[in-house]
């Protein structure tokens, strides 16, 4: 399973973006699916997670209500949408995939993309 990230830029604080996933091909060991970053000196946190098998999701305390998660079950395609950015939202987002929720949340993940930048300015 290949993972391609899209969608990261630069926005001003309060702005928004939409983060895209798209995978080559659904397995059952990428039966869920999450988004995570890692800023410059901190490690990696899961940012949110969605399961495709059922539908739930997963938040960062820290993102809840401002981002939100969802798929496109026809595309293979997990998006982000990012709202209210703040600058502390800056950082290297990464998707994931792998089995189970509990798991991507975790960061047991089987597969991994390519980052992309997020730059907030204040």
């Known amino acids: 399973v290949q993972l391609q990230a899209s969608g990261g830029g630069l926005v001003q604080a309060g702005g928004s973006l939409r983060l895209s996933c798209a995978a080559s091909?659904?397995?059952?060991?990428?039966?869920?699916m999450g988004w995570f970053r890692q800023a410059p000196g901190k490690e990696r946190e899961i940012v949110a997670a969605i399961s495709w098998y059922s539908g739930s999701t997963h938040y960062a305390d820290s993102v809840r209500g401002r981002f939100t998660i969802s798929g496109d079950n026809a595309k293979n395609t997990v998006y982000l949408q990012m709202n209210i950015l703040k600058p502390e939202d800056m950082a290297v987002y990464y998707c994931?995939?792998?089995?189970?929720?509990?798991?991507?949340?975790?960061?047991?993940?089987?597969?991994w993309g390519q980052g992309t930048q997020v730059t907030v300015s204040s």
């Open positions: 091909r659904r397995t059952i060991s990428s039966n869920a």
């Open positions: 994931a995939a792998g089995v189970g929720l509990r798991g991507v949340v975790a960061g047991t993940c089987d597969y």
